[in-house]
């Protein structure tokens, strides 16, 4: 009766078991969002190791800023009118009900760190970061919710010394990173104030003269903030700013001098460029230089490094009046370019046979680790299920390791290039491998 009662008991268990597991639905990942492993995880790694390599170099420190930050460190200095700010950030009251936003970028950031942390007196700054930003966007290829940039800023530094050099330095990564061929240097000034105030009204006065072929989304752009229709995408637009004033004829004489400078030193420096009248940048913030990195080989995902100088900002959060220049640029886009060359497979692979074989193995691995030999251990299936997961992971060298070899204090070692196998010491085994 009591062995009848379990298995009931048993089968009641199994049976509830498989019910409600058929009733759980795993969630999908929000839309948006990706999960990176293997080549395109290797690729993403690649860049931001250069990044954080080549930054030194220019003498760049690393900073890390949270991820989320008050509303308005964002809503202020990148402008309500701007496509992050009015239709892009992920905002949200917290429990104490202050409004908080994933950063959508990371320059708001950085100056809201500027001034909080009072980084003034350290001033210029060079600072570099890397890490995940949040849009509310049509995912599709290049374009996510959750993507990753590395940035660099140059903050309380007004020469235009200090924009050349982010240039210099991006146009190094690029090519550090093999992706320069078919990436063009698109380079525009938005001029000071002044010359950028006198080019914003003829650009209302021409736009407003048109205002029958523009696109319903720069028709609300046309008083709120009209430089940005020279940023739209949409096709009808774009013909109609191929006319549109330029900047150039409203330059004051301080603008095109810095504009000269710029694009002087650039030249010394051996970088190449071209000039784009029509580039403005998505946000409010920009005067004097703008720039992006364009490739051919993205399609409409194109740019792949935008940044520019950011005079405003600082002043916009409160701060006083400080100069500053920066860049950002997308790891997903830039991943997308790079080949990084396949990764060797491990030195060895450990192949135990039995539970005494098993405690040899995990002594051995942890000391061929310890001397810095890439090992792993193969534990699971038969010996044919073992030395094909070695030959999978591309192995250099199988370390099998059985009751018999045990015994004489040895292990058979297969060098799975060449075939040929040979007995080892145990206590041999890190030399052995090394000189393999
Ligand atoms: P786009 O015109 O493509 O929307 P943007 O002007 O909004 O770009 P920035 O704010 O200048 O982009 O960001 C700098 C870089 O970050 C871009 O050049 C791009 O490489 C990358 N980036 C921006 N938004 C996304 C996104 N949603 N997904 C992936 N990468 C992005
Ligand atoms: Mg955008």
Not at 33 to 46: G, K, L, P
Not at 108 to 120: E, K, V, Y
Not at 349 to 373: C, K, Q, T
């Amino acid at each position: 009766m009591m062995v009848i009662c379990i298995i009931y008991f048993v089968c009641c268990k199994k049976l509830l078991d498989a019910l409600t597991m058929a009733n759980i639905q795993t969630p999908n990942a929000v839309r948006g969002t990706q999960d990176i492993i293997a080549a395109a995880q290797e690729s993403f790694a690649h860049v931001v190791q250069s990044f954080e390599r080549i930054s030194r170099y220019y003498g760049f420190d690393m900073v890390q800023v949270p991820v989320i930050e008050q509303t308005s460190v964002f809503a202020r200095s990148l402008g309500e009118s701007t496509d992050v700010v009015s239709k892009e950030m992920y905002t949200f009251d917290d429990r104490g009900g202050d409004s908080i936003t994933l950063r959508p970028e990371f320059t708001a950031g950085i100056s809201r760190a500027f001034l909080t942390n009072g980084w003034q007196q350290h001033a210029p700054m060079k600072l570099s970061a890397h890490g995940p930003l949040f849009r509310y966007e049509r995912p599709q290829k290049g374009r996510y919710r959750q993507f990753h940039q590395i940035d660099a800023e140059i903050i309380g530094a007004a020469e235009p010394f200090a924009d050349t050099e982010l240039l210099i330095m991006a146009d190094q990564l690029l090519r550090e990173i093999g992706i320069d061929d078919g990436v063009t240097l698109n380079l525009n000034t938005l001029g000071d104030s002044e010359s950028r105030d006198a080019w914003r009204q003829a650009l209302i006065t021409y736009f407003q003269d048109h205002r029958n072929s523009l696109s319903k989304e720069s028709l609300n752009r046309l008083d709120r903030n009209p430089l940005r229709i020279l940023d739209s995408k949409d096709d009808g637009d774009k013909k109609l700013c191929q006319d549109a004033p330029i900047i150039d004829d409203y330059l004051t004489n301080e603008a095109q001098d810095f504009f000269a400078r710029v694009t002087q030193s650039l030249d010394t420096a051996g970088v190449d460029w071209i000039r784009n009248t029509r580039l403005v940048r998505g946000l409010d913030y920009y005067r004097h230089t703008a720039f992006e990195f364009i490739t051919d080989r993205l399609g409409a995902q194109g740019t792949v490094l935008g940044g520019g100088r950011y005079d405003g900002l600082i002043e916009n959060l409160g701060g006083a009046s400080t100069p500053a220049v920066g860049w950002a640029a997308g790891i997903e886009r830039l991943a997308m370019l790079v080949n990084v060359p396949e990764h060797n497979g491990p030195d060895a692979v450990l192949i135990p046979l039995g539970d005494r074989a098993m405690e040899a193995a995990i002594a051995i691995l942890s000391d061929l680790r310890r001397n810095y030999i890439i090992a792993d251990m193969a534990y699971k299936g038969n010996m044919k299920k073992r030395m094909q997961k070695a030959n999978i992971k591309k192995a250099k060298l199988a370390i099998i390791i059985g009751d018999d070899e045990l015994d004489r204090g040895e292990a058979a070692v297969k060098n799975l290039v060449s075939g040929e196998q040979q007995s080892c010491k145990i206590d041999m085994i890190v030399d052995y491998v090394k000189k393999s």
